[in-house]
């Protein structure tokens, strides 16, 4: 077997230059090997290379129609790649420098060729990028204190009128992080033993100061997993969490269904109409059926039906008020 270096050498060089489109001759594979490595191979070893480089699970094809080589890929299609770059750009809560360096990493699994097509389809300015210099490493921080079981403690902001991020906290914040999940396209990490019992969340870009400690976790016997328990948060509200069932048209069943899963239980009413219940925050009950008000009526529990109600016509007034009146 010949030595790895020569082989790692032609296997970047495939990553780099070729794909299903694009072959590179022998010749071109030699010269690239001598000019980038400084590494010099007779013509009768070459096939001998590619022989011992396939015995290390990679695919490299002979078009004997274009008289060249290429890797096949077997990391990441072309389609997986550009959807992985394409949701880290537009993904708000990472930053630019650190979206950079993900896109930069995916990008080397494909050729140069196709890397300058993905280039054209991705790279658009995204205003909504965060400011925030350490998700990534925050992340990797929290799901180790998670595997070791370890309290953490940070800061927690929130924007204020001047448009900038303020610290919340005036104490510190001590939490037992128990998961991390993803909902309303941002990251929150769930925690226990915070200021409210049972499960609370926290929005990862907006943590500063993250610290783990050497303290133990409680016992955690939580039954239900970061998905089912961000599905249920709606517009992830914190607070105690209520039964409530929903009577709606029944052109909201594909949204009930996207958003709960098929395992929420439907009742339905007539040809039109069905009734749904979950359990979620009282505010975030209002907060979703105020969002399809032609839609959707709270039935159960009646005073949050009642509370509903006074909402909407205390906005109802509110808009019938002169403006120089607030």
Same mark, same amino acid.
């Given at each position: 077997m010949h030595d790895r270096r020569t082989m790692a050498a032609v296997v970047i060089i495939l990553i780099e230059n070729t794909d299903q489109d694009h072959c590179m001759p022998r010749r071109e594979i030699e010269r690239r090997l001598l000019e980038d490595y400084e590494i010099s191979i007779r013509r009768k070893t070459f096939g001998l290379i590619i022989r011992d480089i396939q015995e290390f699970g990679f695919t490299v094809v002979y078009d004997p129609h274009r008289r060249g080589y290429y890797l096949e890929r077997f990391f990441l299609d072309q389609?997986?790649?550009?959807?992985?770059?394409?949701?880290?750009?537009?993904? =708000?809560?990472?930053?630019?420098?650190?979206?950079?360096?993900?896109?930069?990493?995916?990008?080397?699994?494909?050729?140069?060729?196709k890397n300058n097509e993905l280039r054209m389809n991705i790279f658009r300015s995204n205003e909504r990028k965060t400011l925030h210099q350490n998700f990534i490493i925050q992340v990797e921080l929290l799901m180790n204190a998670i595997a070791k079981n370890r309290k953490v403690t940070f800061d927690y902001?929130?924007?204020?009128?001047?448009?900038?991020?303020?610290?919340?906290?005036?104490?510190?914040?001590?939490?037992?992080?128990?998961?991390?999940?993803?909902?309303?396209?941002?990251?929150?990490?769930?925690?226990? =033993? =915070?200021?409210?019992?049972?499960?609370?969340?926290?929005?990862?870009?907006?943590?500063?100061?993250?610290?783990?400690?050497?303290?133990?976790?409680?016992?955690f016997d939580y039954t239900e997993d970061a998905a089912g328990y961000a599905g249920n948060q709606l517009f992830m509200f914190s607070g105690e969490r209520i039964s409530v069932t929903f009577l709606c048209e029944k052109r909201m069943l594909d949204y009930v269904i996207d958003q709960f899963g098929k395992e929420v239980p439907l009742y339905r009413t007539d040809d039109n109409h069905f009734e749904f219940t979950i359990r979620v925050t009282r505010i975030g009950a209002i907060l979703f059926c105020s969002r399809f008000l032609d839609e959707m009526t709270i039935i159960f529990p009646e005073d949050l039906r009642d509370e509903m109600h006074d909402r909407l016509v205390a906005a109802a007034n509110r808009h019938l008020l002169d403006i120089s009146e607030f």
């Amino acid at each position: 077997m010949h030595d790895r270096r020569t082989m790692a050498a032609v296997v970047i060089i495939l990553i780099e230059n070729t794909d299903q489109d694009h072959c590179m001759p022998r010749r071109e594979i030699e010269r690239r090997l001598l000019e980038d490595y400084e590494i010099s191979i007779r013509r009768k070893t070459f096939g001998l290379i590619i022989r011992d480089i396939q015995e290390f699970g990679f695919t490299v094809v002979y078009d004997p129609h274009r008289r060249g080589y290429y890797l096949e890929r077997f990391f990441l299609d072309q389609g997986e790649i550009i959807l992985l770059c394409s949701m880290i750009h537009c993904l =708000g809560f990472i930053n630019i420098p650190e979206s950079e360096q993900l896109i930069q990493k995916l990008m080397r699994l494909t050729s140069r060729y196709k890397n300058n097509e993905l280039r054209m389809n991705i790279f658009r300015s995204n205003e909504r990028k965060t400011l925030h210099q350490n998700f990534i490493i925050q992340v990797e921080l929290l799901m180790n204190a998670i595997a070791k079981n370890r309290k953490v403690t940070f800061d927690y902001y929130h924007y204020d009128f001047d448009k900038e991020l303020h610290q919340a906290n005036t104490t510190m914040i001590i939490v037992e992080p128990r998961y991390i999940t993803f909902a309303n396209s941002e990251f929150y990490l769930v925690v226990t =033993g =915070g200021k409210h019992p049972g499960l609370m969340h926290y929005r990862l870009d907006r943590i500063e100061n993250l610290r783990m400690l050497d303290i133990p976790c409680s016992q955690f016997d939580y039954t239900e997993d970061a998905a089912g328990y961000a599905g249920n948060q709606l517009f992830m509200f914190s607070g105690e969490r209520i039964s409530v069932t929903f009577l709606c048209e029944k052109r909201m069943l594909d949204y009930v269904i996207d958003q709960f899963g098929k395992e929420v239980p439907l009742y339905r009413t007539d040809d039109n109409h069905f009734e749904f219940t979950i359990r979620v925050t009282r505010i975030g009950a209002i907060l979703f059926c105020s969002r399809f008000l032609d839609e959707m009526t709270i039935i159960f529990p009646e005073d949050l039906r009642d509370e509903m109600h006074d909402r909407l016509v205390a906005a109802a007034n509110r808009h019938l008020l002169d403006i120089s009146e607030f």
